[in-house]
């Protein structure tokens, strides 16, 4: 199984950025797929996450309004679609699958984590 993360760089405040996490190696279907982000000397968070089958999403509070999580089902892709861009948003993000949302929210014990990837928002 593998969770592959791409679209990271350097954007300016206020400009955008579309990451994607592709999944293979098995059937996601009933996964939750999330976003975690992990700033310089800060525990990992959950950013977002989406429901495979349903496509409903869940956003933590900071980036609600600015991020936009979506799924294409025959490319077995998610992506975050980050808008508004500010400086705090800089950190490596993670892409993850788990069966269970709690779980998944909760940042603990998820199935699948991709590696990260970089986004630098400078000011």
């Known amino acids: 199984v593998q969770l592959q993360a791409s679209g990271g760089g350097l954007v300016q405040a206020g400009g955008s950025l579309r990451l994607s996490c592709a999944a293979s190696?098995?059937?996601?279907?009933?996964?939750?797929m999330g976003w975690f982000r992990q700033a310089p000397g800060k525990e990992r968070e959950f950013v977002g996450g989406?429901?495979?089958?349903?496509?409903?999403?869940y956003y933590e509070d900071s980036v609600k309004g600015r991020f936009i999580i979506s799924r294409d089902y025959a490319k077995n892709t998610v992506y975050l679609q980050m808008n508004s861009l500010k400086p705090e948003d800089t950190a490596v993000y993670y892409c993850?699958?788990?069966?269970?949302?709690?779980?998944?929210?909760?940042?603990?014990?998820?199935?699948?984590w991709g590696k990260g990837t970089l986004v630098t928002v400078s000011s």
């Open positions: 989406i429901s495979w089958i349903s496509a409903s999403t």
């Open positions: 993850a699958a788990d069966s269970t949302l709690a779980v998944l929210i909760r940042g603990s014990g998820i199935d699948y």
């Open positions: 190696g098995r059937t996601f279907s009933r996964y939750y």
